[in-house]
Nanobody
């Protein structure tokens, strides 16, 4: 069973920065693609950033140039560095772990961490 625990969410002023962390346990972390998703009130959950097992990354257009996803396989942790935050970034941020085993897609989710951008 994969367990994911997010941390780092907070209240921050517009233009500020935050770094989210997601610690994984119960699996071989390096084999998983890891992602950050977010869900704002009344909106569907959306992909923010993703990093594959080989380290390639992709980002939502709305965060390109502002957010950076990275992983430390030795610490079983994935990070999301968020800069130049604005009100549209306010959401609950969820960590995701994905792998295909025998062709079957498996997704695991953390409990979420709240990011609020407000003056």
């Amino acid at each position: 069973q994969v367990q994911l625990v997010e941390s780092g969410g907070d209240l921050v002023q517009p233009g500020g920065s935050l770094r989210l962390s997601c610690a994984s346990s119960g699996t071989i972390f390096s084999r998983y693609a890891m992602g950050w998703y977010r869900q704002a009130p009344g909106k569907p959950r959306e992909l923010v950033a993703r990093i594959s097992a080989d380290g390639s990354t992709n980002y939502a257009d709305s965060v390109k140039g502002r957010f950076t996803i990275s992983r430390d396989n030795a610490k079983n942790t994935v990070y999301l560095q968020m800069n130049s935050l604005n009100a549209d970034d306010t959401a609950v941020y969820y960590c995701n772990a994905f792998i295909r085993q025998l062709g079957i897609p498996l997704n695991y989710w953390g409990q979420g961490t709240q990011v609020t951008v407000s003056a």
